[in-house]
């Protein structure tokens, strides 16, 4: 059965950071990409970042550059979100999901691209 389960949301005062894990099982994770997609209050879900299985650069949405990293452990079976100096725009629930590919590519920020979705963890950026 195939999960991914996050992991290590909160709350955090504007500046701050905050690390999301991604937890993986019933597949491999080095045959899959793996991309993390946030969804704010009143707003369509959108991509955020993309790592591919065992090569390649990241993807990153264009306002998380150099503020977001993503990264991959596949010998943990997960996908971690480092997230620093964080703005209250960056309040939302964040899922990871499994791109039906082993590498991100041109449409990495496509929903109908993931095959499996976490429950979300929810983010708070805040005062």
């Known amino acids: 059965q195939v999960q991914l389960v996050e992991s290590g949301g909160g709350l955090v005062k504007p500046g701050g950071s905050l690390t999301l894990s991604c937890t993986i099982s019933?597949?491999?994770?080095?045959?899959?990409?793996i991309a993390w997609f946030r969804q704010a209050l009143g707003k369509e879900r959108e991509a955020i970042a993309c790592?591919?299985?065992?090569?390649?650069?990241?993807y990153y949405k264009e306002d998380v550059k150099g503020r977001f990293t993503i990264s991959r452990d596949n010998t943990r079976n997960t996908v971690y979100l480092r997230m620093d100096n964080l703005k209250p725009e960056d309040t939302a629930i964040y899922y990871c999901?499994?791109?039906?590919?082993?590498?991100?590519?041109?449409?990495?920020?496509?929903?109908?691209?993931?095959?499996?979705w976490g429950k979300g963890s929810l983010v708070t950026v805040s005062a």
């Open positions: 999901a499994r791109r039906r590919a082993s590498v991100c590519g041109g449409e990495w920020r496509e929903e109908r691209g993931m095959d499996y």
């Open positions: 790592a591919s299985s065992t090569y390649g650069w990241p």
């Open positions: 019933g597949f491999s994770l080095g045959d899959y990409a």
